[in-house]
Structure formats: C-alpha cells, structure tokens
C-alpha cells in the first residue's frame, strides 16, 4: 500500500498535463487588459476628435466674414475682446457637440480678439471619459483637451480721392468711330469735341447732335459706375469713403475743383458723377489755350489729402486715382519737352509731381486714357505725335505712357486702349488697389 502510495505521488509530481490551463489563465490578465486599454483608448480619440472638431468650427466661425464679431471689429476704434464672439464661439461649439455622447464637459474657454486689423480666436476646451477596463490598473477616467486658433485680416479702410482729366483733350471721341465721325464733320477735320462757348466753333454741342460719345462722357458713366463697386465691394457700410476732383469748370477758373467732399455716402457720390464734364472754354486762345496744369494741379490735390493712416476706421489708407490721357499744356519754365520754344509746356506728365505724395505713402493708381493718334489734326502731329513715338500712333516706347505709369505705385497702373471700356477698366484698377492693401497692410 505504502509503495502504491509513493509511485502514484511520484506519478503526480511529475505530471505536467494541466500546465496550459493554468499559464493560459494566468496570461489572460495582460491580454485583457491590453485590448481594454485600447477599446478605452480609442474610444477617448474618437470623442476628443469630435470635440476638436468642434473647436475649429467655433475659432472659425465666430470671425467669419458674415459673423457678428467680425461685423462689430469694424466699428471698434481701439483693440480688444470682442464679446458677441465669445457668445457667437461658446453657441457654435455647443451646436457641433450635441449629438457626441460617453464625456463629461468640463471647461470650454473661448476668446475672440482684435489687435490691429487682425481678429483671432481661440477656442480652449476639456473633457472627462470615464474608462471601461483601465480601472483594472487604477485608471478610472481618462482627461481630454484641445485648443483651436484661427486668425482673419480685417477689411481695410480706404479713402480714394479721384482726380478726373477734363481738359479739352478729354473731349476727343471715345472710339475710333466717334473719332472720324468728327472728322467728316468738322470743315477742319477736327477730332475734338471742344466744349467752346462760341457757338461759331461749338464741336461739343456737335458731338451730341452727331450721337458721338468723347472721353468725358464715358469717364461721367464709368466714374458712376465704380461707385456700385466700391458699394458691392464693401464688408462694412463706410469702409469707402470717396471724393471727387476735376481741373475745372473752365480755362477762365482753372484749377483743381472740388466736385465732391470726402465721404462714405457711395450714393451720394455716385449722384456727383452725373457732374463731370468737360472744360469749357471761352474762344480759342482763352489763357492761352494751356488747360491742362498739372505742375498746379498735383500739388493742390496733395494738399487735399491728409496724412495716411494703418487702414482702421478712425486711421484709413489713402488713395489717389488719377485718370488722364497724360499731357500736359501749362506754362511751366521746367517742361520736359518745349517743343514749342517759348514757356507753353505741352509735355508728358512729370513723374516727380507724383513722387511727392508717394513718399508721404499715399498709394497712386492711376488710369492712362490712351492718348489717340489724330493725324488729321496738325497741332497733334506737330506737338503730341512726337512723345507717342509715331508715326501717328502710340506705341510701347510712348514717353506718355512710361511717365503715367511711373507716376503710378508698383502695380496699380492700367493703360485703357480706344476699343476698351474705361468702365471696365476703372473697376479692374479699383479691385487691384483694393487687392493691394489688404497685401500691404
């Protein structure tokens, strides 16, 4: 019995039958454990996305173009926080969570900021998860958080300050059509629809008899017309504030006038258009027939321009949109070219009268009216044609078109041909300047 005993206790010291069960159950532990942790794990990445998620809708939304933080930056005259933001924020974060169940809402820190022309916001938020198997080593709640940050570039505010040419040049037909419409109809074959008083010599009541559309009468329209842009353009009701110019009423009281006073009213403007016309004149030879000053003119609407500012309300950019056919008739001692031997200056535009307002950084753009080849008129062929670097016809080497566009700043230069539209032309440059600040401010 006793030897029985000892072999069979032999026999089960040695058995190792029952050892994977009982290493299986011991492994079992890490192994659960293991794939709870990553049940818990990614059921905490999948929330904290959502939230996230979020997030970015809120940073982003609360300063959207249409926001009402966005709306109400542009009436704040000083930096800060921006409380309808914070609300506008907290609402939108709340809208893209609520269907996100399994957390805890602990701290959500929205801010929304103006600092100069910049709006940020910062969206901040943080959660509890409680866990499904990390409680097994102790870990009952996992924390999640995240921030989101997004910044907007505030419209600037701009003031624009048109100078309009309307020297009797001006008056030229506005199309090669209306040019030699002129033509056959004038005993000189004059091309000009001068606005002349004597009615023995009156092309400009002429032209509108013939239905010949000029210069002046497009440049009326589209001036017009770049109002409706300006006013579709705006993100604020007074971002734009305009003012309009001319050379005139007439060679008696030459100088830069006033049409319209510096203001945000874009209709009001836009009714001053209808105001733009051409320079009279009282005979041939009144004041020397020298209607176009621009040595007076430029430093007269320099003095019109106030110092320019950062692009804020209270601060905005200045402006100077000049639009000319580009020659000059004044008296002027330091004319470029004197062709005509005496004091009489009938010249390209000099680029320093525009220098002086570009260093003070007013921005110049500026819209050169192609000055027309008219070889039927001597006075052009003997005084003009020569800067147009003929024969009878601009060219790329015209001396006219290289000075307007020195006087304009880097990339706000826009030549219009006879066959384009200045309307069209008017408000591409306008967009351009606009384009232009956002990129300089």
């Known amino acids: ?50 939230l996230q998620a979020a997030a970015d809708a809120a940073s982003v939304g609360s300063i959207a173009k249409a926001s009402p933080a966005f709306k109400a930056a542009g009436n704040m005259t000083a930096d800060g926080s921006i409380s309808v933001g914070v609300t506008d924020a907290t609402n939108i974060f709340n809208a893209n969570r609520a269907s996100q169940s399994g957390y805890t809402l602990t701290g959500l820190t929205p801010t929304v900021v103006k600092s100069g022309s ?16 990390l409680g097994v080593i102790g870990k009952s709640v996992l924390t999640l958080s995240g921030t989101s940050k997004a910044t907007a570039s505030m419209p600037l505010y701009i003031d624009f300050y048109l100078l309009l040419d309307n ?29 002349d008083l004597n009615d023995k010599n009156n092309y400009y009541d002429l032209a ?9 009468d497009v440049l009326r329209s589209a001036t017009a017309s770049l109002m409706d842009t300006a006013s579709a353009t705006e993100t604020y009701s007074n971002q734009f504030r305009m003012a ?16 319209f006073s510096l203001s945000a009213s874009l209709s009001s403007a836009k009714s001053a258009a209808n105001n733009i016309d051409l320079m009279s004149v009282n005979g041939q030879n009144e004041n020397n027939d020298q209607d176009t000053a621009f040595t007076a003119i430029f430093p007269a609407m320099n003095n019109e321009i106030s ?5 804020t309300s209270s601060s905005p950019l200045k402006y100077l949109f000049f ?42 753009a500026v819209l050169y009216t192609t000055y027309l080849a008219l070889p039927t008129n001597s006075w052009y062929v003997k005084w003009i044609d020569p800067f147009n670097a003929g024969p009878y016809g601009p060219s790329p080497n015209s001396q006219i078109a290289q000075n307007m566009q020195s006087c304009a700043s880097p990339d706000l230069y826009f030549e219009v041909s006879p066959t384009q539209g200045i309307a069209d032309a008017m408000n591409a440059l306008f967009k351009k300047a606009v384009a232009d600040a956002r990129i300089s401010g």
């Not at 000892?6 to 040695?14: A, I, K, P, Q």
């Not at 509108?208 to 002046?216: D, Q, S």
């Not at 309009?244 to 049409?259: C, E, H, N, Q, V």
């Open 167 to 195: 020297s009797p040049s001006m008056g030229v037909g506005a199309t090669p059509a209306d040019v030699q419409k002129m033509v056959n109809n004038t005993s000189d074959k004059c091309a000009f629809a001068c606005h």
């Open 118 to 133: 910049t709006v940020t916001a910062t969206v901040s938020f943080t959660a509890t998860m409680n866990t499904m198997f």
């Open 208 to 216: 509108k008899k013939l239905g010949v559309t000029t210069r002046i």
């Open 323 to 364: 639009v000319s056919d580009g020659v000059a008739d004044e008296s002027n001692t330091g004319c470029l070219k004197p062709l005509s031997g005496s004091t009489r200056c009938q010249s390209p535009l000099n680029p320093a009268l525009c220098k002086t307002m570009k260093d003070r950084g007013v921005k110049i």
């Open 307 to 311: 110092s320019p500012g950062s692009g």
């Open 244 to 259: 309009i110019y001319d050379f005139g009423a007439s060679a008696g009281t030459l100088g830069l006038r006033s049409l």
């Open 1 to 50: 019995m006793r030897a029985a005993l000892s072999v069979l206790f032999r026999r089960f010291v040695h058995d190792r039958g029952g050892n994977i069960a009982v290493i299986f159950a011991l492994a079992c532990v890490p192994l659960i454990s293991a794939v709870g942790c990553a049940i818990d794990y990614s059921r905490a990445t999948l929330i904290r996305s959502k």
